[in-house]
């Protein structure tokens, strides 16, 4: 089965992470022969050596509802499906 979005999301965001650790193990590295080297794009690296979020965390804005407001509809429903509340 191949590895779904998520899996290779992750497994991306591990590459970055080592190659940040391998950035920072030595100043004789720089950022690009870094990039190459780990087959991540220098402009990546480069953001997020800057500082810049990753995808998950650099896009939690654009959702449509907070994790609280989310849970909150999920037990309403819940409780809908067991018979505690009745819609009109």
């Not at 899996?7 to 920072?24: G, V, W």
């Not at 991540?40 to 965390?57: P, W």
Request: proline share 3%.
């Amino acid at each position: 089965m191949p590895p779904t979005t998520n899996q290779k999301r992750e497994k991306k965001e591990k590459t970055i992470q080592d190659a940040i650790a391998y950035y920072h193990a030595s100043p004789k590295h720089t950022i690009r022969a870094t990039g190459e080297k780990f087959g991540i794009a220098y402009s990546t690296l480069r953001g997020r050596l800057g500082g810049a979020e990753d995808y998950v965390r650099g896009h939690w804005r654009l959702e449509a509802l907070t994790e609280y407001e989310e849970k909150a509809i999920v037990q309403c429903c819940a409780k809908v499906d067991e018979g505690g509340i009745r819609l009109l």
